[in-house]
T-cell receptor, first 114, second 112 residues
């Protein structure tokens, strides 16, 4: 169990550019979640996958955001035409998917949009 | 919708002091309740959980009891240590939604 890993740790981009983040969950965890956290706030739910199926998307996830989990393993989160308001920590978490199983979080990707 | 409200920080205490961080929730169903902790430079990790009313979750000297009548899940520790300095998040999960909703977090500073 190597934990949830996220790449990159930090990303600085100019407004209008596209960015993509990657998350590798704990192996055999079939649920994968994306959250966003801004300074002084708790993590806000964005979306989650059960294996390769995306089961729910938050209203926070505008049409500039897209997430995929091909083959039910790693996941990517892409933000198109980034805006300064997208600056945040993007957290990935995974769980085995049993009832009330806790989430295992990665260390996050910090995005700064200039 | 479901939500979690926790006391604002920062909370600053001396080592060996008693700690209480208040947390209340609003949910339409019967949620599970969690406390997560984020130590400096590390990712969020589960501290303790309780899945039904009157359950008590405990870990590392911390405790929290699921109080359905007051919709609360306050975090307590009898004697804090400098190493407990971190941000603590109260959270709930409603089985029907399959996602965890977090409070805003409470930063705790413990002075030696």
């Amino acid at each position: 169990d190597t934990g949830v890993s996220q790449d990159p740790r930090h990303k600085i981009t100019k407004r209008g550019q596209n960015v993509t983040f990657r998350c590798d969950p704990i192996s055999e965890h079939n649920r994968l979640y994306w959250y966003r956290q801004t300074l002084g706030q708790g993590p806000e739910f964005l979306t989650y996958f059960q294996n390769e199926a995306q089961l729910e998307k938050s209203r926070l996830l505008s049409d500039r955001f897209s997430a995929e989990r091909p083959k039910g393993s790693f996941s990517t989160l892409e933000i198109q035409r980034t805006e300064q308001g997208d600056s945040a920590m993007y957290l990935c978490a995974s769980s085995p998917g049993t009832d009330y199983s806790p989430l295992h979080f990665g260390n996050g990707t910090r995005l700064t949009v200039t | 919708g479901d939500s979690v409200t926790q006391m604002e920080g920062p909370v600053t205490l001396s080592e060996e002091a008693c700690l209480t961080i208040n947390c209340t929730y609003t949910a339409t169903g019967y949620p599970s309740l969690f406390w997560y902790v984020q130590y400096p430079g590390e990712g969020l990790q589960l501290l303790l959980k309780a899945t039904k009313a009157d359950d008590k979750g405990s870990n590392k000297g911390f405790e929290a009891t699921y109080r359905k009548e007051t919709t609360s899940f306050h975090l307590e520790k009898g004697s804090v240590q400098v190493s407990d300095s971190a941000v603590y998040f109260c959270a709930l999960s409603d089985l029907k939604d399959d996602k965890i909703i977090f409070g805003k977090g409470t930063r705790l500073h413990i002075l030696p």
